[in-house]
Structure formats: C-alpha cells, structure tokens
C-alpha cells in the first residue's frame, strides 16, 4: 500500500504550433496508487514551485469516457494496457527506476498546440459530414414503434462505445482514421433508424476522412491501441458499404 | 406527519415565477398556445448564444438552429461531446409506462417532489416529467443505442427513489450515449450552417446594457485573445460548482465561472447549500489525487456495508469476525438497511469515519462488502451482475473486490442549486436563460437518480426553444448592440486587466494548491452535516484563504498561448466567492432538506427534519458588487398537488 516509486520521464516539450520542440528529462517520486495523469499533476507542481514551466497536458473526465486525454507512454497510444485510456492507466503497472518516455499523439491531422496537446478537430469534421440521422426535434415517432433486434443494438452499441480520442490514428503507422470513422458510421448504419441516409452519410464521411488522413493497410494497431477495443470488423463493414454507396444509383438512394 | 403552515409567507418582488395559472397537467400546453411566436422567416434575423455544449447546451443550439436562429455555440472543450454529461452511467427517466406497472407522468412529477424533500417548484417539475417521454423518442430516432429486449423493445429497470421501471440505459454510459445522440443533432446544424460552432472558448462575462442581455465576452484558450460576441438572447447550459470541493466525480474542467460571472451581472443564484453527495465512490488514495470516481449505487443491492466495532483497527477485513463488525445501516435501519437513501446512507459513513472507524490506508472509507452475495449466488453471478465495476475498482485501488471488501466513501456529485430561473428558464437578467444542471429548477433540495438527464435534454429540446421565442418576438426589428459599443469595450478590457493581474501576481503557490485547500475547508464545513459553528468557522476561513490566494498565487506562463494555468486561477478566484455564498446559504437555512443536513435540525433518531413553516422557499441571492455581501430574496413554494410529508426509512 502507498509504496513510492522513482521513475525518469522524458517529455516531449513544444512551446507552440510552429516551434521545434526537444525532449526535457524529469525526476518523479511517485505512489504506486496514483494515476498516471496525476503522476504528471505532481511534476508540474514541482516544476511550478521551482519557478519553470508546468508541461501542458489535457483530460478532463479522468474515467476513460471523455476522450480528451491523449499520450504517448512509451511509444504506446494511452500506454501499455490494453482497453484503457491515459488516464485510467494507474503507477502499479510501472515499477521502480523505469524510465518513461512521453509523447503526444503525433499525425499530420493532428498539429501539436503545446508540449503534449494536440488538436483533433478532423475528427469533428468527420462527424459533421455525416454522422447524425436527420431527425428534428418533435419529429420522433413513438421510441417503440421501430423495433430493434437486440443483436443489432448491441452491434450498434459496440461501436458507439468509440469515445473520439484519437488514439487509433496516432497508433497507426499511415496515421489512418478508418476505425474512427468506421465505429462512427456502423453505429448509425447498423440500426433501421440509420437506414434512409445510410449510403450519403457512409460517402460523405469516408470522403471528408480521406481529405484529412492517411490510408488503412490492415495493421490493426488502431484496434490494439483503442481504450474501448472497437473491432476491426467495422472497417470491413464501412468498405462494404462504402463500395455499395459508389455502385448506387444516387437516385435510388435509400433502397437495397 | 403534514404541517400546517400558519405563517405569513411572501415571495420577493425581485422574483416573478410567471408560473401560469390553471391546472398543472394542461399548464404547459396552455402556456406554449399564449406564449408569443416568431415567424419562420423573422428567425433568422435573430442571434442566440448557447455557451456550454453538454445534454442542455448541445440540445438547445441544434434545436434552436433547426428552427431557423442564427445560432452560436461555445465550448471551452476541444470538441462539444466531451461536455461532462458524457460520463453519466445509470440512465434517463422517462414516464412512457412501457412496463405497464402504473407509471404517469403524474407518478414521476411526484415522484420528483417528493424525492427533491419539497424543496422545488411544482410547475416546473409537472413539464419536465410531462417532456421527459418526447425525450426518449428523440433519442431513439437519433440512434442512441438504449437497451433493448429480445422481441426488439426498449428496456427499463428501476432506479433509487421509485417503485416502478422507468429508466431507460445504454448500458453503463448512459451519458455517453445521449451526448453523442445531441452532439450529433449539433453536428448537423453546424453542417447546415445555423449553427456557428466555437471550440475553446471560455466565456467571461455576460454583456448587459440598459438591463437587457446583448452578449459575451470570451477568451479564446489558444490564443488569448478576448473577444465580444453580440446576440439578443444568451443561454448558459454551463452545468454544476460540485468542483468547489476541489475533490469530486465532476471532470477535471468543470467549474462554476459562467454561471457564477452571469450572477455578478445581476442572475440571482439559487440555493447554492444544495449539494448531492453520492454514497458509493472509491475513496482518496493520497494528498494528491486529483478526482474521484464514482460507482454505481446498484452495488448495494447485494453489497453489504460495514466498519469494525473496535476504533483504529488495523486488521484486515478477513482477520475481523463477524462479532467484532458493525453493518450500521443494517442495524439503524432494520426496514431498508444497506438500500437506504443516498443522503442517509452518506451521512452514516461521515458518523462512523469522524469516529475513528474509518477503514484502509487512510482510514477515510467504510467496507461494502460481497462475501455473503458470492456464496448465496456464485462469483460468476455477482461478476455478470457487477464485472464492470469490479474491474474498475480493481484497475484504481489495485485490490481485488471479490476476495476483499471494496472500499467506499461519499463524494460530491451533482449541485442542484444554480442559476435562478422563472417558469421560462430566465434568469432575473431579461435575456439571460440558464438550463440543465446550471440552474436550480427542478430538483429541490436532492435530486433522483437517472433524473439529470433527462432535465438537461428537457430543457434544451423541449423548453427553452419556446420559451425564447416568448422574449424574442418583442425585438423583432432591433439589431444586435455593435461589438464596437462602449459596454463591449469596457468589459472586454476589464478582462484583459483580470488576466494581466492574475500574471502579475507572481507569489509562490499554484492554482491547483489554492484550490485543494478551498476545498478542505468546503468539505469539511459545507459537506455532507453542517452546524452553524462549522460554517462561521467557514465564513472567516475561506475569505482569509482566498485572500492569501489573491496576494501568493503563482500563475506560470503567458496570456499568448494556450495556458492551463491562467485557465485555472480565474475559475479558482469564482469558486472562492460560491464557497462564500454558499456557507452563507447553509447558515440561513436552519433547517435539514435532502442533501442539506443542518445538525441542529433532526428528529430524535437523528434524521432529516425539514421546517416547512420557516423554509419552504427557494433562497435566491443577489450580487451587490465585489465589496458587499449579497442579498437574499425568497421565493415561497407552495405545493398544490403534493402532500408534506416527513421521509422516514426505519
């Protein structure tokens, strides 16, 4: 319980967009009990009483649903553990006298703000091409009037368990958003609510992903990386659709 | 026990409910028919800023961009779904009887009355259970992916507070998946072009001219750069101040500025003593845990609670017998034991922990636990029921629940204070409005589980964008006021000035240290009991710490790029001034309510005793400028349709 541990960190620190930026070298101490997050709360309040700059971080929720944390620990998208993002990773798994190396999530679409911040605002891009049903408010029939087969809400649910995080497109070496974009789409594709806008929003979205990331050649990191384990077989899905939605008539949009 | 009430009771002329008259079950109906209309083509002539994009926010831009308003939205957030509505686990209440077992829109109105201890208003409170089954059809077409039952129907299971299955889940994330649900709607408008979307960008104050709202200030957390932006109405949908006890399940940027900055224009703030502390969270592990995390309470359907008999024991659970162990709840309230109340069931692990009983390292948790469920059921039972939670504590405390007791402790969760709005959702700044956890509404005094959801989506779809047009219809013809106008100007600079005297400060300790220490003293004082010499004690520490604060505080950095610091030190100073209020408004209420337990006020087995004669009133509070204490004005309750009643749980 509460055993301490020393590690040595080297940050990734950038003092903006346009600046070069250099690794720094810092002594933490460390209980075993603490978060990761809050292993890095614990330098900048060193750093601070020392008078230098805190290094720049963001999370927000600290339980591995919000999304914004990010990190590279190690070469690793939110670190060693599989399932889990930054800031659920916990000092236990790291032992004494390790040496940590932390980078920020690093893709073209992905510009760095400061030291570990980066922006991920493609990925809203994404989302705004597409991801939604066109349903006003006031429009919705009665929930129960469209009944959902069970498998296909939980296949459903499984991809819209994707928080947005980005760690799939920081893990892959062609800084591809397939399975990103992928889970977004299958979520909606895959419910009969989804169904009338299912082959714009699948060419849309891949569309728009394609002006701002690179290309899926299979690796399967993203899916390694993913804090929620989405599966690699959206991707497959989202192909298949998306090679049905380019063969379509448009005219007959909305039709099998 | 019912109590007459003989008083002379009177509400503040300050404060105009505009609750309509009539019966309540046709009150909003009627109501929405008298309220004034905007035609579709004069909407786009009209400019409403939504600031926050969580359920509230998210819902109330995308609608009031579908209805044709030329819409902006802010969020200090890199991207609107990771508003902290995103990590709501349980569900969302609405009264669509689909189980068939007796629920009305009526049995949830008074199903909220009572379990908000008859602390809110009734009319609000009738229209939010009377939209919250629109909701659910909303979110069904969007596709958030509800739990469903095999024949392809949707799902409920009851939750605290209720007797019948009302609440509707997406598994354990709930939040997340309306979020996304609104998020989307948001994402459509801002493709669509009404909806202008700002990410990061924190708003500093509210623009008043002439007592009518006509903006805000923002700072954009990138750059730095304060910026005006004009509007004919301004809804805050900025959430709770549960981060004013620095150690809370709020994310780590929640906070209070928004709400707090609009109540310095001239928004009463509302019952600020109103806090809901949530009986099962894991406990701090050290000085420096930066949060605390939640689980959900379902646990103590089968978990049983206790703590040794004996003071300072440091034996490990297996090590004490069953005759040296204390199952308190079991044994104060034989009729509900471990499934009491959320307040009572805080409240007790405080007793037992203040008395030295405290287990774990740090002696600050109570023992929940499963050795008696998993040889009744079976591990892999208790692992089908409970495996995500058992696997969430074992990832943070490094124990593993099904061979020793989880460790627990109360944490903050919800505020049901806020912001204080009429019957529209105004604030008392015409122009103003204030939705979802940010204002006081519809909880009283203590919020039901699975209810936050479905307030803050109520608001945003189904309320405020009528209630707006009922202001807006008035100014057709009128411009925006100009960014230029010298009421932007000077607010613009007094936020410039703010900024550069946070960097100036150059003292020794951090935000974040500032902000530990506000909250011990918020914790300690203003927690979950509360005596009025605690909050004196509370009344002379925290302006002398936030004194301290003002001359000691160390901000690095610079005001040109992003700085998380500088970010943090004005939400601190906010917090400092709420904590003030809000020990001011635990004093004034000498009476215990919900999530409000004054030690001087409980029955003789040490309970909740409300003084409905005295207090049954909303407490609204004005700003009188920096060096002036606020002034409180009172809104009386009355309660038509729901009986008084004293809650008891033996």
């Known amino acids: ?256 | 026990m019912t109590m007459t009430d003989t008083s002379v009771r009177t509400t503040s002329p300050a404060l105009d409910s505009k609750v309509p008259t009539g019966d309540i079950d046709t009150m909003w109906e009627n109501h929405k028919f008298s309220m004034k209309l905007v035609n579709p083509s004069n909407k786009r002539k009209f400019t409403v800023i939504v600031v926050g994009t969580g359920l509230a926010g998210s819902s109330a831009a995308a609608t009031l961009g579908e209805l044709g308003y030329n819409v902006k939205a802010f969020t200090f957030h890199d991207s609107p779904r990771r508003a902290h509505s995103i990590a709501a686990q349980g569900g969302i209440n609405g009264a669509k009887n689909y189980q068939n077992d007796g629920d009305s829109v009526y049995r949830l109105f008074y199903d909220t009355v009572k379990g908000g201890d008859y602390r809110s208003r009734e009319a609000n409170v009738y229209r939010l259970a009377e939209v919250s089954t629109n909701i659910i059809d909303q979110a069904t077409a969007q596709g958030v992916p509800f739990a469903r039952e095999y024949g392809g129907m949707l799902d409920n299971r009851s939750f605290g507070g209720a007797q019948v299955s009302r609440t509707f889940y997406a598994r354990g994330q709930t939040g997340q998946q309306l979020l996304i649900g609104a998020y989307s709607a948001l994402n459509r408008q801002i493709e669509a072009g009404s909806v202008e979307m700002y990410n990061r960008m924190e708003m500093l104050d509210v623009v008043v001219k002439d007592g009518e709202t006509v903006g805000i200030i923002t700072r954009d957390l990138l750059t730095g750069e304060v910026e005006s932006h004009s509007a004919h109405a301004v809804v805050l949908a900025t959430g709770g101040y549960g981060n004013v006890y620095y150690l809370s399940t709020n994310a780590m940027t929640c906070n209070v500025t928004a709400a707090w900055r609009a109540h310095r224009k001239g928004a009463f703030f509302a019952n600020p003593c109103y806090t809901q502390i949530h009986p099962t969270c894991i406990p701090a592990s050290d000085d420096h845990q930066s949060k605390l995390t939640l689980m959900s309470e379902s646990l103590r359907n089968d978990g049983r609670i206790w703590v040794p008999k004996a003071f300072d024991d440091d034996r490990l659970a297996a090590d004490i017998p069953e005759a040296e162990r204390d199952y308190y709840l079991e044994r104060k309230y034989p009729a509900f034991g471990n499934l009491v109340p959320r307040d009572v069931a805080s409240r007790n692990a405080k007793t037992v922990v203040d008395e030295g009983r405290g287990v774990g390292p740090l002696k600050n948790g109570v023992f929940l636990d499963f050795e008696d469920a998993i040889s009744r059921y079976g591990k892999e039972e208790i692992a089908a029921r409970y495996g995500n939670l058992f696997d969430m504590y074992a990832n943070i405390t490094g124990e593993d629940p099904y061979n020793r007791p989880m460790r627990i402790y109360p944490a903050t969760h919800y505020t049901m204070g806020g912001l204080w709005v009429d019957y529209q959702l105004m604030t008392t700044i015409p122009g103003t409005y204030a939705i979802g956890e940010a204002n006081f509404s519809d909880h009283g005094a203590n919020r039901l589980g699975a209810s936050a959801l479905m307030q803050g989506l109520a608001d945003g779809y189904f309320v405020l964008p009528y209630t707006v047009g009922d202001y807006l219809a008035d100014k057709l013809g009128d411009d925006v006021v100009p960014t230029s106008d010298p009421v932007f100007v000077e607010a613009e600079n007094a936020i410039r000035d703010e900024t550069a005297m946070w960097l100036s400060v150059k003292g020794t300790k951090s935000p974040e240290y500032y902000h530990r220490e506000l909250g011990k003293i918020v914790q300690n004082e203003i927690g979950m009991a509360r005596d009025k010499n605690g909050l004196e004690k509370a009344l002379s520490e925290i302006p002398a710490l936030e004194e301290e604060f003002k001359k000691n505080v160390r901000v690095m950095g610079d005001n040109t790029s992003m700085n998380v610091e500088l970010e943090k030190v004005g939400r601190v100073a906010d917090f400092f001034e709420l904590a003030t209020l809000k020990a001011r408004d635990a004093l004034e209420r000498e009476e215990s309510c919900g999530g409000h337990f004054r030690v001087e006020s409980q029955t003789e087995e040490g309970e909740a005793l409300r003084d409905d004669e005295n207090f049954r009133h909303v407490s609204a509070w004005e700003w009188n400028g920096q060096d002036t204490s606020q002034t409180l004005h009172k809104e009386q309750l009355e309660f038509d349709y729901v009986a008084l009643t004293q809650r008891s749980y033996k």
């Open chain 1, 1 to 256: 319980m509460n055993n301490e541990i020393n590690l040595t960190l080297e940050v990734w620190r950038q003092d903006g967009p346009n600046e070069s930026g250099r690794f720094e070298t810092y002594d933490a101490k460390v209980s075993e009990d603490a978060s990761f997050l809050e292993m890095l709360d614990l330098v900048n309040e060193g750093l601070i009483e020392d008078d230098r700059q805190p290094i720049t971080f963001e999370s927000d929720c600290r339980e591995g649903i919000c999304g914004t944390c990010s990190l590279m620990i190690n070469g690793e998208a939110h670190g060693p553990n599989k399932g889990q993002a930054t800031c659920q990773l916990h000092m236990r798994t790291f032992k004494n006298g390790d040496h940590i190396t932390v980078e920020p999530f690093r893709a073209t679409s992905f510009p760095i703000i400061k030291d570990l911040a980066v922006s991920r605002a493609a990925l809203d891009s994404i989302q705004q091409s597409g991801g939604y049903i066109s349903v006003g408010t006031g429009s919705a029939p009665d929930a129960n009037l469209v009944p959902v087969p069970k498998e296909a809400a939980e296949m459903a649910f499984d991809a819209a368990a994707c928080i947005g995080c980005g760690a799939c497109v920081a893990a892959c070496p062609n800084s591809a958003a397939q399975l990103f974009t992928a889970a977004k789409i299958q979520h909606l594709n895959l419910l009969p609510q989804g169904q009338p806008e299912r082959w714009s929003r699948t060419e849309n979205m891949v569309d728009t992903m394609e002006e701002f990331f690179g290309t899926c050649t299979n690796h399967g990191e993203c899916h390694e990386a993913c804090p929620k384990e989405i599966s690699l077989d959206f991707i497959a899905f989202m192909n298949r659709d998306y090679v049905k939605a380019k063969i379509k008539n448009r005219t007959l949009s909305g039709q099998r």
